[in-house]
Structures are given as C-alpha cells and as structure tokens.
C-alpha cells in the first residue's frame, strides 16, 4: 500500500468554464499538506494551467480522441465519454493506491458527469460532489448510494468571489480531513455479519441476535431499511465487505418498491447477496407498513388507508394484502436467483411488540385502527406467505413459525440454528 505521502487528492471539473475556481481548491487542498491531482474533463474552451491529466488523455481513456468528442455537437453525450474516460483514470489510481480523496466540482453538467465518477469508486474512499445542484431532487437516489458527500456551492458560476471562496475553502477542509482519516483506517480482521433491522421499538431481534454473533467472532453491522441503507448494504456486498447476512427487514424496502413509497432500496434488493454467493438468511420484516414522503402529496388510492406521521420527513401507511403477497412473489423471485446457501424464516406472527411469549394482551376492539393490523398482522402474512409458496423453487429452505414472532427467542434461535449450519 502506498504511504500517505505517496497519495493525493483527485480534484475534478472544467477548466475552461471554471479554471479559477479549481486553481483556488488545488491551492487550498495544498495549503493542507496534501498533494494534488487535477483531472480536466472540459472539452471547448482554453485551458488556463495545465492538469495532471489532460481533456485529450481523458478522451483517450474513453477509447476515443478529443476531436471526435467536440464532433459530437451533443453536450449530454460529450460529458458521458468524458466521464466515461475520467472513471477509468480514477479507479486506475485508487487500485494502484495513488488516491485518499477525490473531489469534483461542477454546475448541472459537470454535476451529472461528476455523479458518474464518484460512483464508480468503492465505499470508504472520501468523495466529495460540489455543486450548484447538490440537493436537488433530480439527483436520484441510485447515484448516491455509494457514500458520496454533497455541498452546495454557494454563488458558484462566472468566476470567484467572497461567497464561493468560502465555500471552496470548506471543501478543501472536508476533503483533506477525511483523506487523513481514510489513510489512518485499517481494514477490520474480523469477519462481517449484516442484519437488516427498523427501529427498535419494532425489531428488538437485533438486542438478541448481535451479542451471540458477537461471541462466534463476527463483527456486526446493522443496516436500517430505510431505503438508502438498502442499497449501500447492496454496494457492500458487491464489494466483498460483506460476510453473510441475516436480512430480516428486508421486506420493509420491498413492500416500499411495490408500493412506489419513500423507502425503497430500489428494484435490485435483495440480489447482490444471492450473487455473490454468501450465506443469507431472509424474513419479511414488519411488511404492515410502507412509507410516503412528506414532500409528496398522497394519490388517492392511499387516502383511505390507516396512516400516521411518523416524523415530519416519513408518514406510515398501513399496507394491503395485495400489497404484501406482492411483496412475498418479490422476495421469492429473487431469493431463485441466489447461488449460495439461502433461506427464509416467516415468524406468523410478525412483530409483536406488546404483551409477551409473542402474544399482545391487549383488545383489539380498544386499539387505534393503525395499530391493529401492526399487533395482528397474520391475514397479512397468510397474504405474503400463500405468494410465495407459489413461486419459490424447491432448494431453497423455508422455515415457518407458527407461534412465534420475530421478537420471540424461537425466531432468534432458529436464525442462529441456521447460521451455524450455512457458515459451517
């Protein structure tokens, strides 16, 4: 591996349009003791000082020339081959261990290519996008979802000035900060488990399930189903972070795919793992509900449904049982797919979390119409259970627990049962 002296921080962006604002960055980033390495991914106008890497030898990583890509008379199709060469150059850096940092700056364009760039790195590797348009809700969760840092750019068109200046000198700061972090990381020696899980008041399986992977000799990394947590947990797998996985929530972001909610990781859950060919062990989660955005306005086919706000970003919407065998043909379709040891556990009685022994000693004629079909979930799980029966191919070991839910010891036990058998 490289010294950290040996290292430097990528800097990309147009230096036709923006050569001052990134002469002011490099200097700031040197400033802090760093080394730099400057990529032009500009294609028109006049290069102010030269860069490490030049536009021609951006062009030439894509598989083509500069010429050709100004013929083009396309902007969106230039930038893409540019980012396409720019991609290339950075991971051809990073594998040989020249990188410990990497920031692009842009506008809407130079945003768009640079999306591309930092996406196309590992987790772990400090990536920093400064933008015009950081935030803005066109920039999909699908071109984040592999831990990049946004900053909008305050005042950052046509030259320097106060504002930009100040903002500039923040992302040099973040920049070199976490460059000397990712230099001072270790990889961990421990084996990784992930388990998927929603809050605690819901999934308490985790308080259960962690210690005693603990004593094995794992390390445990919980993962939230909130959607963005889903598709790093599939990045991380992807990326051979991953050991094996108890994913026991993972229904939660399907339920939120099926239903176009909040919370979805996307129409790829749940397959990195099957994939790759680890030991995976899958339940349904709380699939009662899914997740609407307080940003958007509710379409009409939800405005009848139990629903509450669960804070001022999330409303929680009770889930039909359409929905939930929909969801349970989901899981199936992609539990077919895997290529390693696999397995569904299905507690009957979902996520309990009053009363005792898996049972709530409550009325249900006293409850708020929210909360029963969250305490008395089976019809739901009857739903899931019926759909995926019908679908999953024989090889795939399928556990039922009749008397049980996923608060209960019997749920862990048997997961650990499993667990020890696969890794085994």
Not at 160 to 186: C, F, M, P
Request: charged content about 25%; overall charge negative.
């Amino acid at each position: 591996m490289a010294k950290p002296s040996d290292r430097s921080i990528v800097i990309i962006g147009t230096l036709d349009t923006k050569g001052d604002q990134l002469k002011y960055l490099m200097d700031q980033i040197k400033d802090l003791g760093h080394q730099v390495t400057m990529i032009d991914v500009g294609v028109l106008g006049d290069v102010p000082f030269p860069p490490t890497f030049s536009r021609e030898e951006v062009a030439e990583a894509a598989g083509t020339n500069l010429q050709d890509i100004v013929d083009y008379v396309d902007e969106n199709r230039a930038m893409n081959t540019m980012g396409e060469g720019a991609s290339k150059l950075v991971n051809q850096l990073h594998t040989k261990g020249e990188i410990n940092g990497i920031i692009a700056v842009g506008g809407s364009t130079g945003s768009s290519l640079a999306l591309d760039v930092l996406g196309s790195l590992p987790l772990g590797l400090p990536k920093l996008f400064v933008s015009t348009v950081a935030y803005l809700p066109a920039i999909i969760p699908d071109w984040v979802e592999n831990d990049i840092m946004m900053l909008p750019w305050v005042a950052g068109l046509w030259g320097l000035n106060s504002l930009s200046k100040q903002v500039l000198e923040t992302a040099a700061g973040v920049i070199t900060g976490a460059a000397g972090a990712y230099d001072r990381h270790r990889p961990p020696k421990k084996k990784v488990v992930a388990i998927t899980t929603m809050g605690q008041v819901i999934c308490r399986y985790v308080g259960l399930l962690k210690p005693e992977l603990e004593k094995r000799g794992y390390d445990v990394a919980v993962f939230h189903c909130t959607g963005m947590s889903g598709r790093l947990l599939e990045r991380a797998i992807e990326e051979g972070l991953i050991t094996a996985i108890l994913d026991l929530s993972v229904g939660v972001e399907l339920v939120n795919e099926v239903t176009g909610g909040t919370c979805t990781a996307g129409r790829h859950r749940l397959e990195a793992a099957g994939r790759a060919g680890i030991p995976q062990i899958v339940s349904p989660g709380p699939i009662e509900a899914f997740h609407w955005g307080s940003d958007k306005p509710l379409p009409e086919k939800y405005k009848d449904r139990p629903q509450r706000r669960h804070n001022r970003i999330l409303n929680v919407l009770i889930s039909s049982n359409e929905e939930r065998a929909a969801t349970g043909r989901m899981m199936a379709e992609k539990l077919n797919m895997a290529k390693g040891p696999t397995a569904l556990v299905l507690p009957m009685k979902g996520n309990v979390h009053l009363g005792h022994e898996g049972e709530a000693d409550v009325d249900p004629e006293k409850l708020p119409p929210f909360l029963i079909p969250l305490l008395y979930p089976e019809e739901g799980l009857k739903a899931f259970r019926a759909a995926f029966d019908a679908e999953i191919k024989p090889g795939i070991e399928v556990i039922v627990l009749e008397d049980a839910s996923m608060n209960d010891k019997k749920y862990v036990d048997n997961i650990l049962s499993l667990f020890d058998k696969m890794v085994s």
